[in-house]
């Protein structure tokens, strides 16, 4: 519990700080929207940039782990958006919102540390693979189905390509071959704005807690909290040990991984569309705070606490 505690407690720590800076004005309501437009306009896609850029992936493809973890993610994903939708109500964007919430996982400051932690150099692998190509995933399946509404193929198109995140992926992707012409100041600029991603986009969403507070209620942040740390884990479980029988180390991987509370993710897009931010920033601080428990149960359970 407690090293559980010492991997969640910087997440808590910068949520924190954006929120009690707005509670005592130091801030203005001004400042958490701008920041969040920072982060997903520059810091987010220099993150996607760099990290697909430099991503080491193999070219022979570990299939069985690919589909075991992304099958989870997208029966968790359909399923939050259809309890959002029939239950809640929730439609357009924040809709989309409901779904990346359950999806993607707070990697960085919870799946990384955890992860290495239970399984050292041996689950720097299978980490390293999931790490390089799932915030690409989500990310662009979020904007796919939130474009994807615009009222002609035409206007979908250009909404893509002109799109922030959707640029950084097909950058980084396109800069792999030349990775090493690339001028040293130049990935200086991109670094520091990559590593400011992730603290401002914890910071601005304190900012939002103060804004909306649990307007929205608890009762969809707590499914879909339950969603994140408990039915996407279980699948990516039954699948990579029971279907796919892949070594201890990578199912482990992967259902830790899975495992984690909601990403940041979710309220940076959230934000952007100005659509379910409160649905977003609930889920985040709920799951993060239950993962205390989840994770350390599924460390057990997997033998590695």
């Known amino acids: 519990m407690l090293a559980a505690l010492i991997v969640v407690l910087p997440v808590f720590g910068l949520i924190s700080l954006g929120y009690l800076a707005r509670w005592a004005k130091i801030v203005r309501e001004t400042t958490g929207e701008g920041l969040s437009d920072f982060v997903f306009v520059l810091a987010l896609p220099c993150l996607l940039f760099r990290t697909l850029a430099k991503a080491d992936i193999p070219a022979t493809q570990p299939w069985g782990y690919w589909i075991a973890y992304f099958a989870g993610l997208a029966i968790v994903w359909a399923l939050a ?105 130049l990935w200086t600029i991109i670094d520091l704005l990559a590593g400011a991603a992730v603290p401002c986009a914890l910071i601005s969403l304190g900012i939002a807690m103060r804004r909306y507070g649990l307007t929205s209620g608890l009762a969809l942040p707590a499914i879909l909290s339950g969603l994140k740390l408990g039915l996407h884990p279980l699948i990516v479980y039954v699948l990579a040990t029971m279907v796919f029988q892949m070594p201890a180390h990578w199912s482990g991987v992967a259902v830790l991984f899975a495992a984690c509370p909601c990403g940041i993710n979710a309220y940076l897009f959230a934000e952007r569309y100005k659509q379910g931010v409160a649905d977003a920033s609930s889920a985040i601080a709920l799951s993060t705070m239950l993962s205390l428990f989840t994770t350390t149960a599924w460390l057990t359970w997997l033998g590695v606490s």
Request: net charge positive.
């Open 81 to 185: 958006m259809l309890i959002a939708s029939r239950i809640f109500a929730r439609k357009g964007p924040e809709l989309v919102v409901s779904g990346f919430a359950a999806a993607q996982s707070n990697t960085v400051f919870v799946g990384v540390p955890m992860i290495l932690k239970a399984y050292g150099d041996a689950g720097a692998v299978p980490l390293g693979l999931l790490l390089a190509i799932h915030l690409p995933v989500t990310m662009t399946i979020a904007t796919l189905l939130a474009e994807g509404r615009a009222a002609s193929i035409t206007m979908m198109i250009k909404r893509l390509f002109t799109h922030p995140i959707i640029i950084g992926i097909l950058l980084g992707s396109a800069a792999r071959p030349i990775i090493g012409l690339i001028p040293e100041p």
